[in-house]
Every structure is written in C-alpha cells, then in structure tokens.
C-alpha cells in the first residue's frame, strides 16, 4: 500500500519491458520518437491443457492466468489451486489445481464477443449468471468524481504511451488496484486474479474501466461479484439489459461533470456538489470513445 | 454512390434496428433517455460447419461473415463462394463454397488476441503473412486531413450512440465505404467482404479506423491488401514491428493538426497546408482513445 496514494497497485510506466521507444515522423515529417505498448503473447495452461495464448503487456501474468480462468468459470469444481508457475522465456504460465478441471466442455462452445478483437467467451459464461443478484451496497456521486479524478491523474502507460486500457479496482473514493493492459479483458482478469489471491472483497468495491459497457464487461464484473461498474465509454443494449438483470449499477459515458446510471440507480446517493466539479471541454467530431 | 457525400456505403443512424432507447438517469439525478447500440449474436458456417458466433449490431451479416472467413485465411483454397444465406430469426449466417476448406486446422489454434475482448485469431493469420509486401502507393497528408474531416462529420451510430467502432474504406481523399460495429474487427470483416463481394481493388485505397494500431489490425489490413492504415488511436509495438515488415504506412494519433507516422513514411508526400488545418482542443486526463 502506498500511504500517498492509497493504491495497493498502480501502473508502473517506468517498466522497461512494458513499453518499446519507436523512431518516426510527425504530421510536419520532423522526426519524433514515441513510447509505444509492447504486445507479446502468453499461453495460458490450466494443469496438463493448453487454454489459450493471450496477447497482454506481460505484468503480472499470474493474476492474468488466474483471473482469466476464473472469470471464464472453468476453476469451478477444480479445487483449491496448488501451484502457479510463469515461465518467463517460454511466455507460458501454468495454473495447477487439486481437483478434475472442466476446461474441455468449456472449450467446445465458443462466442465471438464484442470487444475489440475476434474474440471468444466460453459456453457458459452467461448460463453462470442465472441467479445473481449483486449485494446492496453504497455508490455515493461524490466517490465517483473523486475517482475519476485520481484515476486520470495517476501516472500510467496510457499516459505515456496511449493505446492501452486500464481497469480499476475501487472502494469509496479510493482506487486500490490499477492495471492496465492491451486488452481490456486482460486488465479486468488481473484484477479477477488479485481478488481471488487476496481473497479479497468484492461487496464493497467499485469497479473502474476505460472500456465500453459491453455485454462481456457486465458479465465478468458480475461474476466477480462487484455490484458497481463505471466508465468513461458507452454501453450496448445487451450490457444494460444484463446489468438491469443481476442488479449491477451501469454507470458510463462519465466525463468532467457529465455521466449516465443506466441500470441500479438505487444504489446512488447524489451527494456531489456539482459546481465544484471541472468540466471537460465539449469536443468536436469522433472522441474514439469505443 | 451517394452523389453529395460520395460515400459508397455510409452509416444509417436512423436504423431502427441498430440501437435502442434506454431510459435512466444523469448526473443532476434527472431521467435522460439515451440511444444504446445492440449487440446480438450471430453465428457464422462455413459450409455444414459452425465456425464462430459473433456478437455484432447486425447490420450487413453476409459482408461480416465473408470477410471474417477470409481475413482468417478459412477460404484458401475453399474454391469458388457458391452461396450466402442470412436467417435474420435463427442469427446464423451461412457461406457456402463448391471446394473443400480447411477451417478444421484453422479452428485447433487459438490465440487470445489484444483487441477488447477474450480474443482468437486462428493459428495461420500470422504465417500468411510472410512474404507479403504491400504495393507502392501515394499517400498525401491533405487526404488524410480531408478523410478525418469528412468521416468525423458524417452522421453515425457512434455520434448518436457511442460504444461502437467505425472503420472506413477511402481512396485518394473520398471515404467510400463507412461500416461502424460494436467489435471493431467486425468493421474491418465487413469491409472485407464487402470488398470480396466488388472484387475491390487494394493498392489505391486507405483504410482509417477508430481503433488501435495492434498486431491483429495491422495482418488484418495486410492480408486485404491495403497499403495504408490510419487510426486516430495509438500503437502497439508489435503492430509497429509487423507494418514494418510487410510495408505498410502505418499512421496513428491522428487528431486534427496531430499524427505519427511509425511504418512506410517512404509513401508519404507531406502536401498539406497545416496552417489550414483546425487542430483539437488539448484535452485532459484520459480520452478514452485505446
């Protein structure tokens, strides 16, 4: 825990290896040098079975592993996980369990999801969903202000290098657990990974993304058990119709003073002093908020 | 051909099927009612096999299904397309070929790609990619500011919606074809099969998109043909690395009077008058760009 900040984990832009300096041109042909994300892939084995190869940053690559399985229900009936083995140079992390794994069944049924990549939710994903119903909890307006205000102010690689997202693991007004990562997901799962590590709670917490409110945020946000999800971007109809389903509050499109609660709306107390809250400028044309 | 805007195929915010209007509340506590894009499943065979199911707004399934087939490389060789069905009540869509196909082997390897979401490229998009060089082309930074100005400002699903990518086939300074989809691969698939459908000629065109420049964008843009690809987000190292291999010019950070220029500044000719160009209010914090 960092007693300035108050995070547990933030980025970390000065990582070496997470970032590549790229020689280039600008739009008067001087040359300019630009960080740039590095991209590199990591295969994911649960036990004895090759899962997936992921495309991520590469930090943290054990909560990655552990909260992509996780978030994709196939540590269900797995038992308690023995070991975790990340082998650097072979890009490979091995998650190990005590008990039978059902990743085979997993495997078969495939979605192509509406995030940004061809993307893939195994089967039951959703079938998991019937029957949740997030906690009660509170979500005060003036949490969220103060949260994005601290989020966007955090030094990060987005900042230095763009291109990337960042997932925020909050409670109140304070941001605990900052990652980021290529692909939203990855950042999502390695805070799903964190929690199940820290075994930490989920009925007090606040999850923060960059990324839009798909059908796919909401589901993982719901399995994790977070019963407030908040970002920047927009929703689809099906995020908001799984939102409105699970009693998750949906809050998007949030920027300066301006945000939309498009499911859970009890949850919010609105205690924030408008006035007090800077506005982002009005901007012109595409704002690639997607 | 639209006669005023030249567009070939343009964005129908109109659509009724493509969003929906969602009722909840603003920041003030007030009821706002917001326009949400959809998102829906639909499920792709090629021939008596299912491949994938997509989630996508669902517009223009055939171009979606056609391009996705080929930008995984699941048609070499799969002969002549005989036939495209559309079911829009069973959301399936199926391609039909006179010749074997070999989506079998394409479907054992699975990479989790650094889009948005739980990502799968199939194994070969990559290998397909040695050897290719991109053709030489012109490419002039007055088009590329009279692109972004004239897509910016065309009436879309992400103006009234948001939480949806567009990405834009252009010649010379002329946006062409203008598709728009929550999964912004889905974008780039439907104007491959679009351009599969035309037998459209590569070498000429520019693709702009509003999504980033990673690995999985750039083989895609390569595997159409395209020698250009411009985006107003930012880049992946590998992205970069991968351009520069097979010669693409790759431009990112394009936001009015701003971009780089990190692969194939070599087809540039830098012809615009920057003076004339209306540059974007400085923004703070996050922008959302990844």
Chains 1, 2 share one sequence.
């Not at 082998?87 to 990743?103: F, I, K, S, Y």
């Not at 102010?153 to 990337?164: D, E, F, Q, V, W």
């Not at 719901?222 to 689809?236: D, N, Q």
């Amino acid at each position: 825990m960092d007693e300035q900040s108050g995070y547990i984990i933030a980025p970390d832009p000065s990582h070496t290896r997470l970032t590549r300096r790229v020689v280039g041109f600008d739009q008067t042909g001087a040359e300019v040098a630009q960080d740039v994300i590095e991209e590199r892939p990591l295969t994911i084995y649960l036990n004895a079975q090759e899962i997936v190869t992921a495309m991520t940053i590469g930090d943290y690559p054990e909560y990655l592993a552990l909260g992509f399985l996780r978030n994709q229900g196939m540590l269900e009936g797995a038992g308690a996980i023995t070991r975790i083995e990340y082998d650097a140079e072979l890009e490979v992390v091995v998650v190990r369990t005590d008990g039978p794994t059902n990743h085979e069944e997993k495997l078969k049924k495939k979605t192509r999801t509406s995030g940004c990549a061809v993307g893939t939710v195994f089967g039951d994903m959703m079938e998991g969903l019937e029957g949740v119903i997030l906690p009660q909890a509170e979500l005060r307006t003036s949490w969220l202000y103060e949260l994005a205000r601290k989020i966007n102010t955090t030094p990060s690689l987005y900042l230095n290098a763009g291109a990337i997202h960042g997932t925020v693991l909050c409670k109140g007004d304070q941001p605990l657990v900052y990652m980021e990562d290529v692909g939203r997901h990855n950042a999502v799962d390695k805070i799903a990974g964190w929690m199940m590590q820290e075994q930490a709670s989920s009925a007090d917490k606040i999850l923060y993304t960059t990324g839009r409110l798909t059908s796919e945020m909401v589901i993982k946000c719901a399995h994790m058990g977070i019963p407030a999800l908040v970002s920047r971007s927009g929703f689809t109809a099906w995020g908001v119709e799984l939102a409105q389903q699970v009693g998750l509050t949906l809050i998007g499109r949030m920027r300066g003073k301006r945000f939309q609660c498009l499911a859970g709306a009890e949850r919010i107390t609105w205690d924030a002093d408008l006035a007090q809250i800077k506005d982002e400028p009005k901007k012109s044309g595409r704002k690639g908020s997607a």
